[in-house]
């Protein structure tokens, strides 16, 4: 193995002497690239973003927006990064002091005060700029304002604002940030990121780097991972580290060794067959939903609230069910679609019903040394579905309440009805209790009254700072009710 590097605007950079827990945005400004700043060291601000060369869905590479504050730098070794620095350079076609299409707009449309934020929204739109598959359609009536279109989300470019989710600005407002978002167009034939993406992306690489009694180590392997696990079953496993990347940041937490599996191709498989949708555990959500591109519609309801963009260009399935949170969003979808987790060790595999997985708070029944290879979705999907996510901010916020729900009504009666929870226990859990209450009635007002007052008195809803017990009952039987108006009103269309 060689030394840990990282390309970073187009110049190899060892990692060396950082320590092992250093993140991608310590690991920067300590180079004098400050641009890239710090705002929350988690996850929520997006003043850290920077590009990185990630495997591409519609072209071999897609530079992707990441936050630098919650990734390891030894989590990049072998990979490619862009800064806001090398954006400059990069877009003016190798033209130090020249501004990229992306700042030129900011610049020009007023997007930027303080301009603290500024840097990690151009990283952002610079993501959004590059992807391939970004379209112009027509353009709005002359004076109408794009935001009061049929789609306000994207502009007549092709700019999917949801790019931008995960990226704050307390002084500017987001009007002229937008104004510069949709006024973009595409990039020149001769920009050097452009051409990027035709040529392969970086191969991953195994890594090996031990420091001051800690290390961060990678395998080629699952085999070889499996192998690591039995050995070091202490290990702190990461895939887009965006939990613990929280952990070492806001509570100091350090691991004796961490074990990288993002870049494993056997977690990173997505195979659609006659009788079930298999998902990679190391797949990131956006890939996920490109690639799926609405094929399992309840969880193309969860993406787009699933925190924001730049988390969800790192964070996993595997991760988000191996924390064992009772808020994490997706658990309540998949316990909906019946999804089965396949758990690996050195010894095998064994699948595991996601309703029997978790055994307590943060708990589940995985044993050390043994990792999530793949979800597994059950085919046929039930028809009726939808995604409630109850909190204080349309986006990128932490459930107060989540409800899916996935039924099949046929002739007016309900023959099957799945529903996950998350938010009201210390697990998130099937509305066992609601699902009776259901099976077998008339798809009614009547029933759907009954069973919501049967479903605000499913889990142990508690007061904490993000909801009483109470409104989490009230919302838990709401959004039944909600779900019955949203298919009444199809069903009469």
């Not at 110049?11 to 991608?24: G, K, L, M, R």
């Not at 112009?136 to 009061?148: C, K, M, R, Y």
């Not at 020149?188 to 690489?205: G, T």
């Not at 039924?407 to 697990?427: H, N, Q, Y």
């Amino acid at each position: 193995m060689t030394a840990p590097r990282i390309t970073v605007n187009g110049t190899e950079t060892p990692i060396s002497p950082a320590a092992p827990h250093t993140t991608v945005l310590d690991f920067l400004r300590e180079r004098g690239l400050t641009g890239t700043k710090e705002g929350c060291a988690e996850g929520e601000c997006g003043a850290c973003a920077v590009l990185v060369a990630r495997p591409g869905a519609n072209e071999p590479t897609d530079w992707v927006a990441v936050n630098a504050c919650l990734l390891p730098a030894a989590a990049l070794d072998g990979q490619e990064v862009v800064t806001s620095e090398g954006l400059a350079t990069a877009g003016a076609a190798g033209s130090p002091g020249t501004l990229h299409p992306v700042q030129e707009e900011m610049a020009v449309r007023g997007g930027s005060q303080c301009g603290y934020c500024t840097p990690g929204f151009v990283c952002s739109m610079a993501a959004e700029f590059y992807r391939p598959d970004r379209c112009a359609h027509a353009d709005p009536a002359e004076g109408t304002d794009p935001a009061e279109s049929a789609d306000p989300e994207h502009g007549p470019n092709g700019f999917d604002l949801h790019a931008l989710s995960g990226n704050l600005c307390r002084c500017t407002g987001y009007r002229p940030i937008r104004d510069a978002a949709f006024a973009v167009g595409a990039p020149a034939d001769e920009d050097p990121l452009a051409q990027r993406r035709e040529q392969s992306p970086p191969v991953p690489v195994a890594t090996e780097y031990v420091r001051d009694g800690s290390a961060f180590l990678r395998r080629n392997t699952l085999g070889e991972t499996l192998r690591l696990l039995r050995e070091r079953p202490d290990a702190v496993v990461v895939a887009g580290s965006t939990d613990w990347g929280v952990e070492v940041n806001i509570r100091a937490r350090r691991a004796d060794c961490v074990i990288a599996v993002d870049r494993l191709d056997e977690l990173r498989e997505l195979r659609v067959g006659s009788d079930s949708v298999e998902i990679g555990a190391a797949l990131t959500l956006t890939e996920i939903e490109r690639r799926l591109d609405g094929q399992v519609p309840l969880l193309a309801q969860l993406f787009p609230q699933f925190a924001s963009r730049l988390i969800r260009n790192g964070a996993t399935l595997g991760g988000n069910l191996g924390t064992g949170s009772p808020i994490g969003d997706s658990p309540p979808v998949l316990l909906a679609l019946e999804a089965s987790v396949v758990l690996a060790d050195a010894d095998g595999e064994r699948t595991v019903p996601l309703a029997d997985y978790f055994t307590g708070y943060r708990q589940s029944v995985r044993r050390p040394g043994e990792l999530i290879r793949a979800v597994r979705v059950p085919l046929p999907l039930s028809p009726v579905v939808a995604f409630h996510k109850i909190a204080k901010r349309r986006f990128d916020d932490i459930s107060s309440v989540a409800v899916a729900f996935a039924l099949d009504v046929e002739d007016g009666i309900v023959r099957k009805a799945r529903i996950g929870l998350g938010g009201v226990a210390a697990t998130p859990i099937r509305a066992l209790s609601t699902e009776e209450a259901l099976e077998g009635r008339a798809w009614t007002a009547e029933t759907v009254d009954a069973a919501a007052r049967v479903l605000r008195a499913e889990g142990t809803p508690l007061n904490d700072q993000r909801a009483s017990a109470a409104y989490r009952s009230a919302m838990l039987g709401q959004s039944l009710l909600k779900l019955y108006a949203q298919t009444t009103e199809a069903v009469s269309s």
